[in-house]
């Protein structure tokens, strides 16, 4: 079973739409994350959720909203996508309390065109 | 801001042979982390090293950690061609906050079989 599981893996669209991505995990964790990597695979955080709650949110265009409506989701809406946006973005889970290791998702290649 | 920094940017070996992978980051730190990365996959987590901890080992792998000078090597001996991935150091900030972990770029190591 996959730990962390975040769809679609590829999603290409046009400029000016309205994509989600789904993230789930199994793994009973409290936190939950978006990273986002770019074309030089630099991984910076977007997102960070507690138990439900925002811990997080970086310097992220409010075009960006994420939603977590139970400790094992964490979904990702974007609104007027733009080209700057093609990126991976991954999902991840930690428990708080237990060695801070992150389990990450297998990733979203999103490509706006 | 982007806290590690990673050491070479790429690495090319012979398998058998060992590679060392550097990270540097700016400000204090609760423990470093490395991950790695398989081509169009996600990461995955291989050691985590404590701030009083000075050196880690784990199969193969091997951490160092100098917190007078802000930095960490990772060495993997006996190399084979499926280590062949992208390797992260990911800083977790002091206070202990896994909330906000933060990766470098990476270093590209290629296992040449």
């Known amino acids: 079973d996959t730990a962390v599981s975040q769809t679609p893996k590829y999603l290409v669209t046009q400029m000016g739409n309205d994509k989600s991505i789904k993230c789930e995990q199994n793994l009973g964790h409290d936190t939950m994350y978006w990273y986002k990597q770019d074309s030089k695979k630099f991984l910076k955080i977007m997102f960070s959720y507690n138990n439900k709650e925002l811990i997080i949110n970086e310097t992220v265009p409010n075009r960006f909203s994420p939603k977590s409506p139970d400790k094992a989701h964490l979904n990702l809406h974007i609104n007027s996508l733009e080209l700057g946006d093609s990126a991976v973005y991954f999902c991840?889970?930690?428990?708080?309390?237990?060695?801070?290791?992150?389990?990450f998702g297998e990733g979203s290649w999103l490509t706006v065109v | 801001s982007q806290q590690g920094e990673e050491d070479p940017q790429a690495l090319s070996i012979q398998e058998g042979e060992n590679a060392t992978m550097n990270c540097s980051y700016k400000?204090?730190?609760?423990?470093l982390q490395w991950y790695r990365q398989n081509s169009g996959r996600g990461l995955v987590h291989l050691i985590l090293i404590r701030s009083n901890e000075r050196e880690k080992h784990s199969g193969r792998l091997r951490v160092t950690l100098d917190t007078s000078k802000k930095s960490s090597s990772l060495l993997i001996t006996a190399s084979r061609a499926a280590d062949t991935a992208s390797y992260f150091c990911a800083t977790g900030g002091s206070g202990g906050s896994n909330y906000k972990l933060t990766f470098g770029k990476g270093t590209l190591l290629t296992v040449n079989p």
């Open positions: 400000t204090s730190i609760n423990n």
């Open positions: 991840a889970s930690s428990q708080m309390d237990s060695g801070n290791t992150i389990y």
